[in-house]
């Protein structure tokens, strides 16, 4: 199955995390998914009026979304996909998502857009799902959290808090060789840059089975 994107939107609509996997479905996504959730009709008589039901399709996009801590966590996608296999994705992301936070917030998801952009990077590539385990995803991992101050933060239950007292596992234990980052600058600042980058091959072939036109078609964002 292809996920074509997966955002996160605050209480009020705001667009805190935004990915496009595939190009395939409108920039606007967020803008339709929020309206219809805030102002649900009881389209076909999946639910009530103004109780949105976590799956439904509007212009031709399929929308799953779950809601943590009011925050709205949405993929999309323009094909027929299997509910409970999109269900399933979305919840083991958010759970990778606070297992590194410790907390899921709006400011907490703000302060590290560039963990989560990290994380989304790596468990979804091309729309595919790859992978999705919090100590197997550590080794691949280089930015840190900025912790957000709040007495509600369960910061001993935490993804960090475990990494602290150092419990996990020793087979995602990085070498030292490997403990710092590649991009870290000699003032401890890192400057980063993610880019997607999207290759699309196309070859013809005659019936002998000889190349007739080949070209290759970079796009990057």
């Known amino acids: 199955m292809f996920i074509s994107q997966i955002f996160i939107l605050s209480p009020r609509g705001d667009k805190l995390i935004f990915k496009d996997y595939r190009q395939d479905a409108p920039r606007n996504t967020d803008e339709i998914f929020f309206r219809k959730y805030k102002f649900w009709d009881g389209a ?4 009530p009026e103004g109780d949105c ?8 996009v399929n929308f799953c ?12 996608s323009v094909v027929n996909v ?28 703000r302060r590290n857009f560039t963990l989560v952009y990290e994380l989304l990077d790596e468990m979804i590539d091309v729309g595919v799902s790859q992978e999705l385990n919090t100590e197997n995803l550590r080794p691949y991992i280089f930015n840190e959290v900025v912790r957000v101050s709040s007495s509600e933060t369960p910061t001993g239950s935490s993804f ?5 007292r150092g419990e996990f596992l020793d087979k995602t234990r990085r070498g030292d060789a490997t403990a710092n980052s590649i991009l870290q600058a000699s003032s401890d600042r890192k400057n980063e840059i993610f880019i997607d980058i999207l290759e ?11 190349v007739v036109m080949s070209d290759v078609t970079v796009l990057s964002y």
């Open 65 to 76: 979304y779950v809601k943590r801590r009011e925050l709205l966590f949405v993929c999309t």
């Open 44 to 47: 076909q008589g999946h639910a």
């Open 53 to 60: 039901p976590p799956f439904f399709m509007e212009k031709h």
């Open 82 to 109: 299997s509910p409970s296999l999109t269900l399933e994705i979305l919840l083991r992301i958010i759970k990778v998502i606070k297992d590194y936070l410790g907390v899921l917030s709006e400011e907490g998801i």
């Open 160 to 164: 960090l808090g475990r990494l602290r």
């Open 200 to 210: 699309r091959l196309n070859i013809v072939f005659n019936s002998a089975g000889q």
